[in-house]
């Protein structure tokens, strides 16, 4: 008999989501801590991928991931082209970039009262 998943914390799924980039080599993927400062998430997720085709193996990683897990992604915005993607979680949202737009939209500036927790690539 199949047992449903358990109940994870938005926080555990942050990291199951920054774990999941580290898995695909993401670029300084770091989680951050917005609960009760942002008003439509917990947990940001911020990676970068190197390339248009390493955003979409970054995404399509963590949303197996999540999805495995009984959390498939309710919303995704933007594609590897752009150089921007949003995988929306609902309590938390995770953000793909290309170096040159996360530098100019400088989201841990912007969230920079935000505990964060960088999160290493596995060896």
Known sequence: MNHPPPALTAEQLAQQAAQACAEKKALEPLTLDV????????????????????LKALATEVERTLKDIGWPVY?????????????????????LFLPEPRAFYDLEHLWKDGSADKTKPLL
């Open 35 to 54: 609960r009760g400062r942002s008003p439509v998430t917990d947990f940001l997720v911020l990676a970068t991928g190197n390339s248009p085709p390493h």
């Open 75 to 95: 919303r995704r915005s933007g594609n590897p082209d752009s150089g921007w993607l949003v995988l929306d979680f609902i309590d938390v949202v995770v953000h």
